[in-house]
């Protein structure tokens, strides 16, 4: 029997994309053929996202939950805390895949952690050259500010869920960097990680600005360095 999946996925004022999205999701979901939850965090919207949500899932295995504030990180964070599966996934709202999905269920028992790396040599990374510059400036500062050896820990990624009960009540940083943190952490802690090539296509333009994001991310990396375990 394949192993179980929980798709955790934060939403903020989605309300005109969700009931497209939601669909094409559960579509590649259910194409893999393995049982899932698609868990949905809406997280600070303002305009409804949470109940059209609920209504663009119709009888799909799909559940809403809603946070008060805006907060990426403490919306995965939720979701992941939640799930009660063999593997726990963050997609984005416009960025899923049915073939990672199948590269996590065909992975062997002793690995711990799947990372669809947009920096993998066989990847094909159709996103604008801006976005393709910033993961490269990203995944150097990640190096130099933390000497984590993976390529890349924003995008698609899958968790055993004994890696996440242990690591992830240990984060604490949100936003856009709490799975950067559990990630580092996990590979701190000497979880086995594997780095798979993905087709990087977003289904919409980038609605984030990397402009704001930047100087928030840099200073979210060193404060994780001073916080974060030595790696064992």
């Known amino acids: 029997m394949s192993p179980s999946l929980t798709i955790v996925v934060p939403v903020y004022n989605e309300a005109d994309f969700v ?21 949905v965090v809406e997280n600070g919207s303002s305009d409804g996202t949470a109940d059209v949500a609920k209504k663009a899932a119709g009888d799909a295995n799909v ?17 992941f805390l939640e799930a009660d ?41 159709r996103r604008p050259p801006i ?24 995008g698609m990624k899958a968790f ?10 240990q984060v604490v940083s949100t936003e856009d960097l709490f799975d950067t943190e559990l990630v580092v952490r996990a590979e701190r802690a000497g979880y086995r990680i594997v780095e798979v090539p993905v087709v990087v296509e977003e289904i919409r333009a980038a609605r984030s600005s990397l402009v704001k994001r930047a100087p ?3 200073a979210g990396l060193f404060r994780m360095r001073r916080v974060l375990p030595t790696r064992r």
């Open 19 to 39: 009931p497209v999205a939601i669909p094409k999701l559960v579509a590649e979901v259910e194409s893999v053929g393995a049982p899932y939850t698609i868990h």
């Open 160 to 169: 055993r869920s004994s890696l996440v009960s242990d690591i992830a009540p």
């Open 131 to 154: 976005r393709r510059i910033a993961t490269l400036v990203f995944n150097m500062l990640l190096t130099l500010i933390l000497r984590s050896r993976v390529s890349d820990t924003h």
């Open 85 to 125: 599966s063999d593997w726990v996934i963050n997609f984005d709202i416009d960025y899923f895949s049915a073939d990672f999905l199948r590269r996590v269920i065909d992975q062997p028992d002793d690995v711990d952690l799947v990372i669809a790396s947009k920096r993998d040599p066989n990847s094909e990374d």
């Open 63 to 79: 559940i809403v939950s809603s946070l008060p504030s805006a907060d990426y990180g403490a919306a995965m964070r939720h979701g």
């Open 216 to 218: 928030r991310t840099i």
